[in-house]
C-alpha cells in the first residue's frame, strides 16, 4: 500500500446502501479515505442478497455485486432500533469527516441524524445525501432505483428499436456512472472548501438530476427543433454506416461506426471496394443516411465471412472505428486491460481469489489502490470501536449483550 494517497486522514461515516452511494465511497475509499460502512443484520444491504454469487452459492459474504462496491472499507454491525447506536454514531461523527447516505428522505431524520443535526455534533461536517429526486420539491419522498431512474431520465424511452418496446439498458446506469461521479467531484470540492474556510456544508445529490446531466442530446433537440427524439437502435442521428454487424462465429458481432468520407474510403478499400458501393445511394453521408437499411445488409454481408477480432484489428489499423462486442469473459482476458493493470485480484475471507476493478484514472503522484478485499458484514465493528471510539472490550460486550451492536 501506497504511503502517496490524498484523502488519508478522512474519515467517512457511511451510511449508504446498493447502489450509487457505495459507488461513491468506493472513489473515495481507493484513494485513501477510511470508509466506515453501518450495516445491520436486521436489515441487509440488498446487495448482499443479489447475485452472481461465488461458485454459485447463495451468501450474504457471497456477492461478486456487493463485492465490488465495497472493497478498502471497513464494516461495522450497529443495530439502529436500539436507542444506545445514536450515542455510537455520535461518536463516529465527531471522529469523522463526511458523512453520506442514499436512503429516501426522512430516515435520517428520523434518527435524528439529519443535516442540522449532525452539522451540531460536528461544525465542520460535510454531510451527503442521495435521494432519488432530491431533497426539495413534490417528489422528494419518492423511493427509487436504477431501473425507475433510468426510466424517469429518458434513458428507457431511447432504448430499443423505433418498432419496438422500450427495453432498457440492461444495468442500473445512473447507479454506476453519473451519481457517483457527480457526488465524488462534489465531495471533492467541498473538502477543499473545507481546508480553505475551515466549514463544513451541505450536499444534496438528486440521482435523476445526475443522470439527466449526461444526457443532453434529444432535451437540446426538443428545445431547439420541438422533435421528440426515438428510439434508434444502434444507429446515430449524423452517422452512417453506424451499428452492430454479426461476424463468424456463435453469438460474435462487431460494432463499426465511420464518420466521414475518408473514413467511408478506407472502410471501402478493407471491404475490397465492391461494385455496390459505386452507386449513387451510398456517395455521401447524407445518402448512407437515407439508405441504412440497405446499407447494413451489404454490411453485413461482408462482415459475416470475417472472424470479430481479426477485424477489429483491420479497421482500426487503417483508421476505422472498430470494437468487437465482448462478453464478461473477453473482458477478464482482454490483453489490453491486463497490460494497464485494470484488473485486481483480492483474496476475500470467504469467496477467496475475487477479481475487481481497479481505478480508470490512473494519478502519477497520488495512485488510486485496492488492498483490500469487502468485508464481512460487522468484520471491523470491534476495531472501530476500540481503535476510532476508544471503547474498551467490557465496554464493546456491553453493547453486543444489550443488542446494540452485532
Same mark, same amino acid.
Given at each position: 500500500?501506497?504511503?502517496?494517497?490524498?484523502?488519508?486522514?478522512?474519515?467517512?461515516?457511511?451510511?449508504? /446502501?446498493?447502489?450509487? &452511494?457505495?459507488?461513491?465511497?468506493?472513489?473515495?475509499?481507493?484513494?485513501?479515505?477510511?470508509?466506515?460502512?453501518?450495516?445491520?443484520?436486521?436489515?441487509?444491504?440488498?446487495?448482499?442478497?443479489?447475485?452472481?454469487?461465488?461458485?454459485?452459492?447463495?451468501?450474504?459474504?457471497?456477492?461478486?455485486?456487493?463485492?465490488?462496491?465495497?472493497?478498502?472499507?471497513?464494516?461495522?454491525?450497529?443495530?439502529?432500533?436500539?436507542?444506545?447506536?445514536?450515542?455510537?454514531? %455520535?461518536?463516529?461523527? $465527531?471522529?469523522?469527516?463526511?458523512?453520506?447516505?442514499?436512503?429516501?428522505?426522512?430516515?435520517?431524520?428520523? /434518527?435524528?441524524?439529519?443535516?442540522?443535526?449532525?452539522?451540531?455534533?460536528?461544525?465542520?461536517?460535510?454531510?451527503?445525501?442521495?435521494?432519488?429526486?432530491?431533497?426539495? &420539491?413534490?417528489?422528494?419522498?419518492?423511493? #427509487?432505483?436504477?431501473?425507475?431512474?433510468?426510466?424517469?431520465?429518458? *434513458?428507457?424511452?431511447?432504448?430499443?428499436?423505433?418498432?419496438?418496446?422500450?427495453?432498457?439498458?440492461?444495468?442500473?446506469?445512473?447507479?454506476?456512472?453519473?451519481?457517483?461521479?457527480?457526488?465524488?467531484?462534489?465531495?471533492?470540492?467541498?473538502?477543499?472548501?473545507?481546508?480553505?474556510? &475551515?466549514?463544513?456544508?451541505?450536499?444534496?445529490?438528486?440521482?435523476?438530476?445526475?443522470?439527466?446531466?449526461?444526457?443532453?442530446?434529444?432535451?437540446?433537440?426538443?428545445?431547439?427543433?420541438?422533435?421528440?427524439?426515438?428510439?434508434?437502435?444502434?444507429?446515430?442521428?449524423?452517422?452512417?454506416?453506424? #451499428? *452492430?454487424?454479426?461476424?463468424?462465429?456463435?453469438?460474435? /458481432?462487431?460494432?463499426?461506426?465511420?464518420?466521414?468520407?475518408?473514413?467511408?474510403?478506407?472502410?471501402?478499400?478493407?471491404?475490397? =471496394?465492391?461494385?455496390?458501393?459505386?452507386?449513387?445511394?451510398?456517395?455521401?453521408?447524407?445518402?448512407?443516411?437515407? =439508405? $441504412?437499411?440497405?446499407?447494413?445488409?451489404?454490411?453485413?454481408? /461482408?462482415?459475416?465471412?470475417?472472424?470479430?477480432?481479426?477485424?477489429?484489428?483491420?479497421?482500426?489499423?487503417?483508421?476505422?472505428?472498430?470494437?468487437?462486442?465482448?462478453?464478461?469473459?473477453?473482458?477478464?482476458?482482454?490483453?489490453?486491460?491486463?497490460?494497464?493493470?485494470?484488473?485486481?485480484?483480492?483474496?476475500?475471507?470467504?469467496?477467496?481469489?475475487?477479481?475487481?476493478?481497479?481505478?480508470?484514472?490512473?494519478?502519477?503522484?497520488?495512485?488510486?489502490?485496492?488492498?483490500?478485499?469487502?468485508?464481512?458484514?460487522?468484520?471491523?465493528?470491534?476495531?472501530?470501536?476500540?481503535?476510532?471510539?476508544?471503547?474498551?472490550?467490557?465496554?464493546?460486550?456491553?453493547?453486543?449483550?444489550?443488542? %446494540?451492536?452485532?
Amino acid at each position: 500500500m501506497s504511503s502517496k494517497r490524498p484523502l488519508e486522514g478522512i474519515r467517512v461515516c457511511d451510511f449508504s /446502501w446498493v447502489g450509487a &452511494g457505495p459507488s461513491t465511497t468506493r472513489l473515495l475509499a481507493e484513494f485513501g479515505a477510511d470508509v466506515i460502512r453501518l450495516e445491520s443484520k436486521s436489515r441487509l444491504d440488498l446487495l448482499r442478497l443479489i447475485g452472481p454469487y461465488k461458485d454459485g452459492i447463495p451468501g450474504i459474504e457471497r456477492s461478486g455485486y456487493f463485492s465490488n462496491r465495497n472493497p478498502n472499507k471497513r464494516s461495522i454491525d450497529i443495530n439502529m432500533k436500539s436507542p444506545q447506536a445514536r450515542d455510537l454514531v %455520535v461518536k463516529l461523527i $465527531q471522529e469523522s469527516d463526511i458523512v453520506i447516505n442514499n436512503f429516501t428522505m426522512g430516515v435520517m431524520e428520523k /434518527w435524528n441524524l439529519g443535516y442540522e443535526d449532525c452539522k451540531a455534533i460536528k461544525s465542520n461536517i460535510i454531510y451527503v445525501t442521495m435521494p432519488t429526486q432530491g431533497s426539495t &420539491g413534490p417528489h422528494k419522498n419518492y423511493m #427509487g432505483f436504477g431501473i425507475t431512474m433510468n426510466a424517469l431520465v429518458g *434513458v428507457h424511452y431511447l432504448t430499443g428499436y423505433p418498432d419496438k418496446v422500450p427495453f432498457g439498458m440492461g444495468t442500473n446506469y445512473p447507479d454506476h456512472v453519473p451519481n457517483p461521479v457527480h457526488t465524488g467531484v462534489a465531495i471533492a470540492a467541498a473538502l477543499y472548501h473545507r481546508r480553505k474556510t &475551515g466549514q463544513g456544508q451541505y450536499i444534496d445529490v438528486s440521482q435523476t438530476e445526475a443522470a439527466l446531466a449526461v444526457l443532453p442530446t434529444a432535451i437540446m433537440d426538443y428545445a431547439a427543433n420541438g422533435k421528440v427524439q426515438d428510439r434508434m437502435g444502434n444507429r446515430n442521428l449524423n452517422v452512417a454506416p453506424h #451499428g *452492430v454487424y454479426a461476424t463468424k462465429g456463435v453469438r460474435r /458481432w462487431i460494432a463499426i461506426a465511420v464518420y466521414n468520407q475518408s473514413e467511408w474510403e478506407a472502410f471501402l478499400n478493407e471491404m475490397g =471496394n465492391p461494385e455496390w458501393a459505386k452507386s449513387e445511394k451510398f456517395s455521401s453521408m447524407t445518402n448512407r443516411l437515407a =439508405n $441504412q437499411d440497405e446499407l447494413d445488409q451489404l454490411i453485413e454481408e /461482408w462482415t459475416r465471412k470475417h472472424e470479430a477480432y481479426l477485424l477489429m484489428d483491420r479497421l482500426a489499423k487503417v483508421g476505422v472505428r472498430a470494437g468487437v462486442l465482448q462478453n464478461s469473459k473477453d473482458l477478464l482476458e482482454d490483453p489490453n486491460l491486463n497490460e494497464r493493470g485494470f484488473w485486481a485480484y483480492l483474496n476475500h475471507k470467504e469467496m477467496r481469489r475475487n477479481a475487481y476493478n481497479v481505478s480508470p484514472a490512473h494519478l502519477s503522484k497520488t495512485p488510486a489502490e485496492l488492498y483490500s478485499p469487502a468485508p464481512l458484514l460487522g468484520e471491523h465493528t470491534d476495531q472501530v470501536l476500540k481503535e476510532v471510539l476508544g471503547l474498551s472490550e467490557a465496554e464493546i460486550a456491553k453493547l453486543r449483550a444489550d443488542n %446494540v451492536i452485532g
